[in-house]
């Protein structure tokens, strides 16, 4: 079990950041209408709106730099639960931003996972 839960967590953490650097108008795909995403503090739910802001970000490129990978079997929902940490290289931008990210999976009755909770955070000091 906690073998599968590491290789979803990385398999996951691999294509949101694939489709985030390259192709961020897709990750609607990973959401529901249930979902919420904390950014920064402001709480956002839903598909639509979840999209939106993403979309909104000040900035269209970005490179994910994956530090470490938390994942653990969520018992009450058959979900797991992921902690990320990394650097985000911004275009023009010589410094890392180094953030921290959560995700909480919930499986889906075709098989697959959603995104029910996504809350990021940008480490600064």
């Known amino acids: 079990m906690e073998e599968n839960t590491e290789m979803v967590g990385k398999s996951f953490v691999d294509h949101f950041y694939h489709l985030f650097d390259n192709d961020r108008a897709s990750l609607s795909s990973l959401y529901q209408p249930t979902s919420m995403l904390t950014f920064e503090g402001h709480k956002i739910q839903g598909v639509e709106d979840i999209s939106a802001k993403l979309r909104q970000l000040p900035f269209d490129q970005s490179r994910h730099q994956i530090s470490t990978i938390d994942s653990q079997p969520c018992s009450s929902t058959g979900g797991i639960v992921i902690f990320v940490s990394g650097s985000l290289q911004l275009p ?17 009755l075709q098989g697959s996972f959603y995104v029910q909770n996504d809350i990021f955070r940008l480490n600064y000091g």
């Not at 023009?92 to 889906?108: C, D, I, K, Y």
């Open 92 to 108: 023009g931008e010589e410094h890392l931003l180094r953030f921290s990210q959560m995700f909480h999976l919930v499986p889906t």
